[in-house]
């Protein structure tokens, strides 16, 4: 068996110590928000985001996250699960604050390093997994559907909502979606902008199950990942890679396009002004708490 040696992590407190004794972890300066583990008894890895209060994903969190799955991959790790060191929040999605009245470069940055990320991701050639175990709006929901499969614990929530927020869902945050979520029901949910609950998720096969731990839920993808140990490796990702080329070519081809669009989509006055009233509303919310 492969023992995994190369591993990145940090050492933070949200996150209790692990009892396994198999697993390890080493830490490396560069890894400020995310945790990265390789179990040396079932070879399989574990990338915790830790970017409290509630993992919004930023330029440094997106690149950690997807050094960690080259990482995963590089090593040849018999699967990858995400999670999260927040007990309510799995991910809020993209930091806003990124995208609200933005530095020029850092934006473009930013907006280049989620498509790295998600390409990633979406193209990874070992199984994936998350266990959701907090919210995952827009972003979050984007980080799940591009894993293939996906457990969740219950009364949180999860959905594209950014026309909510007055943002438009890129083509590839839907496309991924409606991999698991019938054409009608995603139309439907994304227009809307619609959270769905746990509940509701399961009932419309975003989420494939729902347990009621965090423990189980990585169980849940452990089992999930063990499901293909008898399928050839090589001939698994290239069967996956049919399902999944075509999104993955659109977005390699339009990466520039892509990048322009959001630009131009984010700078427009109605759009900093919804999204200002939005982070306001937020931090009135948080406050109150
Ligand atoms: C034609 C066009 C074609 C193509 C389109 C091309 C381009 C389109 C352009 C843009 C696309 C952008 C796509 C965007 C994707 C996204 O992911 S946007 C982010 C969406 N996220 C959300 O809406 C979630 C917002 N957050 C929440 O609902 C809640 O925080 C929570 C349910 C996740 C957790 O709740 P609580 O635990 O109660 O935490 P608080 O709400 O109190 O928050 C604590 C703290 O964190 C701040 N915060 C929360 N979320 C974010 C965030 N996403 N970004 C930045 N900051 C966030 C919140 O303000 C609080 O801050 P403080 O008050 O403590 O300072």
Redesign the pocket.
Known sequence: MNIIRTVRSVAFSSIPNRTLSTTRSLSTPSAQYTAFEVNDKTGIATLTLNRP??N??NLELLTEMRNCLKDAETNKCKGLIITSSSN??FT??????E?YQPQDERVKSFWTALQSMWMELYGSKIPTAAAING?A????C?IATACEYRVMLPNF?IGL??T??G?????W?VSAFLNVVPRRVAEQAITQGKLFTTAEAHNVGLVDDVVNTKEEAIAKCEQFIGSFKNVNPYARALTKQQFRIKELQELEQQREK?LQ??LG??MQPSVQKAMGI??EG??K???K?
Do not use: C, R, W
């Open positions: 209060p509630v919004s994903l309510s929040v809020a999605g993209l930091d806003l604050l995208m919210h709006p827009a972003g979050g984007l929530t909502n950014e909510l927020i943002i438009v869902a890129p083509k945050f892509d669009i959001f989509l984010i939005y982070l937020l931090k919310k948080s406050k708490q």
